[in-house]
């Protein structure tokens, strides 16, 4: 089945540094990739949508100077959080579609962000 | 996209049946139903979807009733690994469309 690896699974960074996280879809072409942002026991908030070679469209809130995300291969995408500040410890999760839709939404294994 | 109501919370007991209920009372004619599950620090797992049809995998069943307003996933025999948070999702099918849209979902939790 569709397999969307995702990297790394957990960091700890200072606040105020850059933290980027990879995502990459191992047998399939993710056209369409989501990122999606959870804190504790709460559900999974869409941050933004990106497809592969455009720029990404961010929910209303998202601040896209700050969630840079790119997309520029069909297999890979990157969400870097710059000048990260604790309140952006979060988990987040990519999720990736083909163009069909003939794999679904196929979603890594998250990303849990610490920043102290 | 169709909203979902789920209960918080349910508890089962290690190898019976556990029913996770979904009320989707305006679901349109072309939207399908979709469970996803999320075990604790893992991005979400797709089950099973269906449109008006019953349907089974190798994970779950998943009952829709007649009029399609809400619907029941079944897991046969559950196990200390299927504790879980477990989303139901209405939507149009995922070959059109844009994202998922994740509501309060279920957590299950499978007793010993």
């Known amino acids: 089945g569709a397999v969307v690896s995702q990297h790394p699974s957990w960091v700890i960074c200072k606040s105020g540094t850059s933290v980027k996280i990879e995502c990459r879809s191992l047998d399939f072409q993710a056209t369409t990739m989501f990122w999606y942002r959870q804190f504790p026991k709460q559900s999974l908030m869409l941050m933004a949508t990106s497809n592969e070679g455009s720029k990404a469209t961010y929910e209303q809130g998202v601040e896209k100077d700050k969630f840079l995300i790119n997309h520029a291969s069909l297999t890979l995408s990157t969400l870097t959080v710059t000048s990260a500040h604790p309140e952006d410890s979060s988990f987040y999760i990519c999720s990736a579609r083909d163009q069909a839709g003939n794999y679904g939404y196929t979603f890594g294994s998250g990303t849990r962000l610490t920043v102290v | 996209d169709a909203k979902t109501t789920q209960p918080p919370s349910m508890d089962c007991a290690e190898g019976r049946a556990a029913n996770l209920p979904c009320n989707h009372s305006t679901i349109s004619g072309n939207e399908y139903v979709y469970w996803y599950r999320q075990i604790h620090s893992q991005g979400p797992q797709y089950i099973i979807h269906?449109?008006?049809n019953n349907e089974t995998n190798e994970m779950a069943s998943l009952i829709i009733t007649e009029d399609r307003k809400s619907s029941t996933l079944i897991l046969p025999h559950a196990t200390l690994r299927d504790t879980a948070v477990y989303y139901c999702?209405?939507?149009?099918?995922?070959?059109?469309?844009?994202?998922?849209?994740f509501g309060g979902g279920t957590r299950l939790m499978v007793k010993p």
């Open positions: 269906g449109l008006k």
């Open positions: 999702i209405v939507r149009v099918g995922l070959n059109a469309g844009n994202m998922l849209t």
